[in-house]
């Protein structure tokens, strides 16, 4: 088992950046693969972007392409998204989730996942 923790929110006007970070405990990071997903009260679950086990190929919503980067360092057990040009409906509850039994077909699909962290939110107001 993994257990996470995300931190790194807070409030940002539109147009800054923050970066959220997800520390993993337990097994190696390394056998995970990690995504980002976001809830604001009242809607679904949306996904934000993943990584591969080991890094090496990552998948974002396309919403927050060429903003967001989502990166892993498996030696620190923690995993990153870098949200740049921040706006507005980027608010949301942000969640980090892993898995080590997905396929790539299924990155987008937060069912799959089977560990989440308790989330940590993310508000772009003026």
């Known amino acids: 088992q993994v257990q996470l923790t995300e931190s790194g929110g807070g409030l940002v006007p539109p147009g800054g950046s923050l970066r959220l970070s997800c520390a993993a405990s337990?097994?190696?990071?390394?056998?995970?693969?990690v995504a980002w997903f976001r809830q604001d009260p009242g809607k679904e679950r949306e996904f934000v972007a993943a990584i591969a086990r080991r890094g090496g190929n990552t998948w974002y919503s396309d919403s927050v392409k060429g903003r967001f980067t989502i990166s892993k360092d498996n030696a620190k057990n923690e995993a990153s998204l870098q949200m740049n040009s921040l706006k507005p409906e980027d608010s949301a509850v942000y969640y980090c989730a892993a898995s080590s039994t997905i396929i790539t077909s299924s990155m987008r699909d937060d069912g799959r996942y089977g560990y989440w962290g308790q989330g940590t939110r993310v508000t772009v107001s003026s």
């Open positions: 337990g097994r190696s990071f390394s056998n995970y693969v």
